[in-house]
């Protein structure tokens, strides 16, 4: 049974930093590229960040320069720091892992950005 964990989301002031993390099993995690996505309320889902296998990463306009997404096969986890947060960062934060196969979702993890 393939299971996707995120947790470290939460509330966290304008400015403030989080760190997400995504904790796969029942996959063979170095095989997949992982993602994360976020949904707003009232919006589509978006990409944010995705690292391939071998470790290439792309992250999304509004996320550049402020956010990392980066992977241990080691521990089968994906992570995405977050720096900068803006309130329009508020979201539902996704883990996603994808192969030519397959493709898989987690269960979302809040992020809210607010004073």
């Known amino acids: 049974q393939v299971q996707l964990v995120e947790s470290g989301g939460g509330l966290v002031q304008p400015g403030g930093s989080l760190r997400l993390s995504c904790a796969a099993s029942?996959?063979?995690?170095?095989?997949?590229?992982m993602g994360w996505y976020r949904q707003a309320p009232g919006k589509q889902r978006e990409l944010v960040a995705v690292?391939?296998?071998?470790?290439?990463?792309n992250t999304a306009d509004p996320a550049k320069g402020r956010f990392t997404i980066s992977r241990d096969n080691a521990k089968n986890t994906v992570y995405l720091q977050m720096n900068s947060l803006k309130p329009e960062d508020t979201a539902v934060y996704y883990c996603?892992?994808?192969?030519?196969?397959?493709?898989?979702w987690g269960q979302g993890t809040q992020v809210t950005v607010s004073s």
């Open positions: 690292i391939s296998s071998d470790e290439r990463t």
């Open positions: 996603n892992a994808q192969s030519s196969l397959f493709d898989y």
């Open positions: 029942g996959i063979i995690f170095r095989r997949y590229r």
